[in-house]
């Protein structure tokens, strides 16, 4: 059970933290460096240590944190932030035919589209993430100018300080480009520090935009294959020296070697590819596609980009506060585990036993404030004081949370992609290869004989429990239709809900976890944030920044 973290985030806390400012959260140093140092070597490295600050810091998990609740891993019942908006299922059908509709109203286009100005000042749910990746552009544009200037003078192993310099700079740009593209209409391509049009701007589409993303990982790619495992190298990725540029309390699973990281960028365009185009349009080439690029990708042993946090919340990017493992809770919380995921797991799968309990009177939290029957659970995360995976009581573990591609969501996708061309046994191979590094304890089920349909399954709910929290559960959702509106296809059927006393015909006398049908009726990427057009108007020849 919680103890100091419950008394963190109880609902007076609630209202303390809603009424924060941007400016409250700023972080302190290294992770908000200034400009003025980045002339000097001495300022370079704790610069490039700074864009953590920008991609992982609060912006960033708060939109992370919709992605989750989109994609009905977990759920956020409050208000804060426009969580509770962006993840309102439009109706939720239980078993005996009784719908139950949205209580706010409308559909959710409709109210995150209401909400999508300035003056809605924190429940503007379009401009979190827009905010950290251009942020992380802004830093990486500079971190490049300044690594690649001729002028700029190294001591000692200037060539691998310089390339890591770079490299660092690219990957976080084509992943800050891989994120807008992967969730806006539209985005602006800015590879130039200082630059910007207070006028009108050209907003180019999403596809232009994970375009822009793959140039970027290609080009850090590149620069990777040019590096060598040497001291400097090590010095700089490790965390421990003064030319680090990644925290001590990160990346904690082991060294990136420029073979792991150039692999990591090969991951990372097999996701854009796959998590961008809707499973019922995939054809052959397109599956042979996401196989060849994720067969380059991350490999068994392999390191990704990790955050956590330290034990006193001195100085991290978490800040005793921001961080989704942490936010993770059972009662009084914030980040709730939905019993859509907990339904996923197979009774003998090691990872459920290891990583839920059932919550005391077998109801940890339902319809709060009667903001909707989705919002309920019979259970709560164990603390990876007690061999939990995900959460911590205290941070005294110091729990990692991937921020990029891992080997098992690699795995996955070339699972994926061969089940879906006929290779099914060989597709399963890499679902019990995912299974095998997360200690899941169950059978293989490559060579088990499974149909097509069965394969598909097994991928599917292996995805939703091997890779929950790694920000793909809404991607994932959205592709495979379940997020669309009824009348297109999409809902997802016999998805367990607590559902309250009272409802029903005729009304239970005793809260159930029922199998309904729910449609979710979700945008499938959303608006430019009024945030930036106030300021940048579209161009003539812009493409449109409104769904």
């Not at 596609?289 to 392999?302: K, M, N, T």
């Not at 995976?389 to 991937?402: F, G, I, K, M």
């Not at 499974?450 to 790694?470: H, I, M, N, P, Y």
């Amino acid at each position: 059970m919680k103890n100091k973290f419950i008394v963190l985030l109880s609902l007076s806390l609630f209202l303390l933290i809603s009424a924060c400012s941007k400016k409250d959260l700023d972080l302190s140093d290294p992770v908000s460096p200034t400009t003025s140092s980045i002339n000097t070597e001495s300022g370079i490295f704790p610069f490039a240590l700074g864009m953590w600050g920008k991609f992982a810091g609060p912006d960033y998990i708060v939109a992370a944190n919709y992605h989750s609740i989109m994609g009905d891993e977990c759920f956020v019942p409050w208000g804060n932030y426009g969580w509770r908006w962006g993840s309102q299922v439009y109706k939720i059908t239980l078993p005996d035919g009784t719908v139950v509709d949205n209580p706010i109203g409308p559909a959710q286009k409709t109210q995150l589209q209401n909400t999508n100005s300035r003056e809605a000042g924190e429940l503007n749910a379009f401009k979190y993430e827009w905010q950290a990746m251009y942020y992380t552009l802004a830093e990486a544009n500079l971190l490049i100018e300044y690594a690649k200037n001729p002028s700029f003078t190294f001591s000692g192993d200037a060539d691998t300080k310089q390339k890591v310099l770079q490299a660092f700079g690219y990957f976080w740009r084509g992943w800050a480009y891989s994120r807008v593209g992967s969730m806006y209409v539209a985005g602006l391509i800015n590879n130039f520090s200082g630059a910007s049009n207070f006028v009108s701007a050209d907003y180019v589409s999403n596809a232009d935009v994970i375009r822009e993303a793959n140039a970027n990982l290609d080009t850090a790619a590149t620069l990777l294959s040019s590096i060598s495992l040497n001291d400097t190298y090590t010095q700089m990725l490790d965390g421990t020296s003064g030319l680090s540029i990644v925290p001590a309390f990160c990346n904690t699973k082991g060294l990136m070697t420029p073979d792991n990281w150039k692999r990591l960028c090969w991951s990372m365009k097999a996701r854009n590819l796959l998590v961008n185009t809707k499973t019922k349009n995939a054809n052959d080439a397109f599956w042979n596609e996401v196989a060849s690029l994720a067969s380059q990708g991350l490999q068994e042993g392999d390191v990704s980009f990790t955050v956590g946090y330290t034990s006193d919340f001195t100085n991290d990017i978490a800040g005793g506060f921001w961080s989704s493992s942490l936010m993770l809770s059972d009662a009084f919380g914030w980040l709730f585990a939905t019993e859509r995921l907990y339904q996923e797991y197979q009774e003998e799968d090691e990872r459920k036993a290891r990583n839920w309990d059932i919550y005391p009177g077998g109801i940890n939290i339902m319809n709060p404030r009667s903001r909707g029957i989705q919002y309920g659970s019979t259970f709560y995360a164990i603390a990876a004081e007690y061999g939990g995976d995900y959460t911590s009581d205290d941070a005294s573990v110091n729990v990692q949370q991937y921020i990029t591609p891992s080997y098992e969501e690699n795995e996955l996708m070339i699972a994926e992609a061969k089940i879906n061309t006929g290779s099914i046994d060989e597709g399963l191979a890499h679902v019990d290869n995912a299974r095998a590094v997360q200690s899941a304890g169950l059978d293989p089920v490559s060579g088990a004989g499974l149909t097509a349909d069965e394969a598909k399954e097994q991928l599917r709910s292996e995805r939703r429990v091997g890779l929950f929290l790694r920000g793909l559960s809404f991607y994932d959702a959205r592709r495979w239709n379940v997020t669309a509106p009824v009348s297109e296809g999409g809902g997802r059927a016999n998805a367990n809900v607590l559902v309250p006393n009272g409802f029903g015909n005729p009304a239970l006398d005793e809260p159930a976890v029922l199998p309904c049908f729910m449609e979710y009726n979700y945008m499938d990427y959303w608006d430019v944030p009024l945030n930036e057009l106030d300021f940048n108007k579209p161009s003539a020849t812009s493409v449109p920044v409104k769904q």
